[in-house]
């Protein structure tokens, strides 16, 4: 597995006291709107803006938001990294008690869903708050590894005085997002944190490693169930002369037969019934298997004028698709809702040049912006048009926004996304926001 250049907290060759001394005057100037003695690391320089912005006090940060047991039970439970959690500890525990490092792990809202280590760590992630059912997001404790990581979307090492919150710098940390395989959508993060005399550059290289690996093995337990129900279902499809699709229980598609396969489905949420409308397919049959489904395309079945609502207020964005015979909900990647949100404030449509101009400050990503647009039109099949790119005219799009205008998909960098948290561009019509 190929380690790609990650961005660590120490520069080369540099004595990590010495830096750590350098970076609390860079933060002690900062926030007294004094010229810093040195530049922070981008990534640190945008959380520490959305922090602010947020209201986090760097001397009396609150404590974390806790959830309770029951809730904390339940989104343990939730968790597809629950499936991968055994791979996880036997890779990192060993390596945080010998290096004086807890392990956590958490879900998509920095929840710290699991915690491991060394004692005396624990003990000191006690004092901060840096517990199971702990939230661990920018919103709650400010720069951090697991909240600025989670913000971003890749792995991130935070050092020191890094930390926003002047009660985090005797710690350092490393963390990377795990997401699941099959559409990209973000789970949750591996996090490994100890005192600051502890830091070393290859310790994010390790997190990174570690969320891959459980990655991959979340693919790999996919596959194994979709084979399994292609095995149950084998002597139904033997006997059917109509197009069908047998499906998983979230709409991956295990076989198909008499017609072309798709990658998903969208299954309405509620699925008492006999029939329903799904996306790309019309009106279909649901029949109920061992660990999944058999769906069959009426030959009759009209698509019906839908409503789709971008939900951007949330830790998570999320797509949901209501027609009528039930609603469905879809988790798409960063790039897929920086996507679906231009497409919401350009109705009338984009082309892929001006796609990439948008998501890439130029038009030369042309071949990128396609083949992600194909993956959105598969995935929403019946809504997204193309030439130019747009919602269907038959659909109703809302987007529900952040509280800020800030907070409007904040690890984005595209420059029309900026241009947006900025003030500087139009947002969709009928955005609903708290602000």
């Known amino acids: 597995m190929s380690i790609p250049s990650l961005d660590t907290a120490l520069p080369a060759g540099v004595d990590a006291r010495e830096h750590a001394r350098l970076l609390r005057r860079v933060h002690d100037a900062a926030l007294s709107g004094r010229p810093t003695p040195a530049s922070l690391r981008p ?200 197009p069908a699709l047998v499906v998983d229980e979230s709409g991956w598609t295990a076989a198909a037969v008499h017609m072309e396969p798709v990658r998903r489905i969208l299954l309405p949420r509620h699925r008492g019934g006999t029939g329903a409308w799904l996306p790309s397919l019309g009106e279909c049959s649901l029949e109920p298997l061992p660990g999944g489904w058999l769906v069959r395309p009426r030959p009759s079945g009209e698509r019906t004028p839908t409503s789709v609502t971008v939900d951007l207020s949330g830790p998570e964005p999320s797509v949901s698709v209501a027609g009528d015979s039930g609603e469905w909900t879809h988790r798409p990647s960063p790039r897929h809702a920086e996507m679906l949100l231009l497409l919401a404030v350009h109705r009338g449509g984009r082309t892929a040049r001006q796609l990439s101009q948008d998501l890439f400050g130029s038009p030369d990503h042309v071949v990128t912006v396609r083949a992600e647009l194909s993956r959105v039109r598969r995935q929403l099949g019946g809504i997204i048009e193309s030439r130019p790119y747009r919602f269907s005219d038959a659909v109703r799009v809302r987007v529900h926004a952040p509280g800020t205008p800030e907070g409007l998909l904040p690890g984005s960098t595209a420059p029309a996304v900026l241009d947006m948290r900025e003030g500087r561009a139009e947002t969709p019509a009928g955005m609903t926001t708290g602000y």
């Not at 709650?140 to 005085?161: D, E, K």
């Not at 490393?174 to 005399?197: E, F, I, K, N, W």
Request: aromatic fraction near 4%.
């Open 43 to 242: 990534v640190v320089e945008d959380s520490w803006a959305r922090v602010r912005r947020l209201g986090i006090d760097p001397d009396s940060g609150p404590p974390p938001r806790t959830a309770r047991l029951d809730e904390l039970h339940r989104d343990r439970t939730a968790s597809p990294i629950a499936e991968v959690l055994p791979l996880i500890r036997r890779a990192l525990v060993p390596v945080a008690d010998q290096a004086d490092h807890i392990m956590l792990v958490t879900d998509a809202a920095g929840q710290i869903l699991w915690r491991d280590g060394s004692h005396r760590v624990r003990s000191v992630g006690d004092r901060v708050g840096l517990v199971e059912g702990a939230f661990w997001n920018e919103a709650s404790t400010g720069t951090n590894a697991i909240g600025t990581a989670l913000a971003v979307g890749r792995p991130v090492q935070i050092y020191s005085a890094e930390h926003y919150v002047r009660n985090l710098h005797t710690l350092t940390c490393a963390c990377a997002p795990v997401h699941d395989p099959r559409d990209g959508r973000l789970l949750g993060a591996v996090d490994v944190t100890g005192p600051v005399s502890t830091v070393h550059p290859s310790t994010l290289a390790l997190v990174h490693t570690v969320a891959r690996l459980a990655e991959a093995h979340l693919q790999s337990i996919h596959h194994t169930h979709l084979e399994r129900l292609r095995s149950v279902a084998a002597p139904l499809r033997a006997g059917l002369n109509e």
